[in-house]
């Protein structure tokens, strides 16, 4: 009786897990699992939902996403405010990119933090790749924890969450939350906080990895 009362205290602990920060130190097992997985993956594609909110403004759009190792994205706006607009980013501080409509013809190199290169809330390409996404659970100050959470897309996830410790550093954001599917170990949804208002809310669809993309898939 008494070892079976033990087992169940400790499974009740592993179900949340909490890290104190620095979170570098020890990440927890849904961002290890991804890691892992991750760093078996050449290339994928994904299509990426977002809502943004800065101030009384919100920002819908749906971008079709490219990434190829060691540094190669590409998105495109499927839908949504700046539907047709996209860009390159081969790494370092630049974008190639082109507007929509009837200006889509015209290719300009900017800066990656150029007002034409990011979102509402400054958000820029790379900070798009999942790879990032999650990585930022890791490198911002904070409490951060996991727990078991429903479904998302017919997959059982784990949500990540992380307390920040210093929202002024992170555009005001107060709390992090990311959904990880258990089984695939990819990233389905990412909610921010600023406060008890949503500032960001987006969901991941139609990942494909290792589709053999090559560097002509990434024209600069």
Excluded: C
């Excluded at 991804?34 to 749906?62: C, I, N, P």
């Excluded at 996209?86 to 009837?102: N, R």
């Amino acid at each position: 009786m008494k070892r079976s009362v033990t087992l169940a205290l400790i499974a009740a602990f592993a179900a949340t897990l909490t890290f104190a920060h620095p979170a570098q130190a020890a990440s927890v097992p849904a961002i290890s699992a991804f890691e892992s997985m991750f760093s078996g993956v050449k290339d994928y594609t994904y299509q990426l939902h977002a809502v943004e909110r800065l101030g009384g403004q919100t920002q819908t759009r749906t971008y079709q996403y490219s990434f190829m190792k060691p540094h190669f994205a590409k998105t495109l706006i499927i839908s949504g405010d700046g539907n047709g607009s996209g860009g390159v980013w081969a790494g370092g501080d630049q974008v190639s990119g082109h507007q929509g409509g009837f200006l889509s013809g015209i290719h300009l190199k900017v800066g990656l933090h150029d007002s034409r290169a990011v979102s509402l809330r400054g958000y820029t390409i790379p900070q798009g790749l999942l790879q990032n996404i999650v990585a930022e659970f890791t490198t911002i100050s904070g409490k951060l924890t996991q727990r078991p959470s429903g479904m998302i897309a017919g997959q059982s996830t784990d949500l990540v969450e992380l307390d920040v410790a210093n929202p002024a550093s992170d555009g005001g954001v107060t709390k992090r939350q990311i959904f990880i599917s258990k089984s695939t170990h990819w990233p389905l949804r990412e909610i921010l906080y600023a406060g008890s208002s949503v500032v960001l809310d987006q969901t991941v669809t139609d990942i494909k990895k290792n589709v053999g993309l090559t560097s002509n898939d990434f024209p600069f």
